[in-house]
């Protein structure tokens, strides 16, 4: 016969903590998931790009990398005026749904204007207009 003491009911608490924490990180894990670039699934992704075109912002990002190739992300923000903080995080936005690469070189983090994302957010629009 098992005793319910301290030790037990707190182990019992700490097992019960951990499955929560768990649960919350796999939720965590799938939403990430849903909102991320897919390859193969263009419905899924024309939608992510077409929400990440919505800000002015991400648009003026891209025609700048589009017009200026690669260049870093301080450079990527110089005309704005903007913290890189916030910068990073919509070029990290514009990455995440398939639209820019990104990749560091010591300190600096490059940016890249991806085509392939274009391509494929052309390719729906086209199929969606028959």
């Not at 608490?13 to 849903?34: D, F, I, P, W």
């Not at 190739?69 to 704005?80: E, Q, R, T």
């Not at 910068?87 to 300190?107: A, D, F, P, S």
Request: proline share 4%; net charge positive; charged share 30%.
């Amino acid at each position: 016969m098992k005793y319910w003491n301290s030790r037990r009911i707190k182990k019992i608490q700490e097992r019960a903590r951990r499955k929560e924490v768990r649960n919350v990180s796999r939720a965590a894990a799938l939403t990430e998931k849903h909102r991320t670039y897919t390859p193969g699934d263009p419905e899924k992704n024309s939608g992510l790009m077409l929400d990440a075109l919505g800000l002015p912002l991400r648009r003026k990002l891209l025609k700048r990398l589009q017009k200026g190739g690669a260049m870093s992300l301080s450079k990527l923000a110089d005309p704005f005026g903007m913290k890189l903080p916030r910068v990073h995080r919509q070029v990290m936005i514009l990455e995440r749904v398939g639209l820019v690469t990104t990749h560091k070189r010591g300190r600096v983090r490059m940016c890249v204007y991806n085509r392939a994302g274009f391509a494929e957010l052309t390719a729906w629009l086209r199929s969606q207009s028959q």
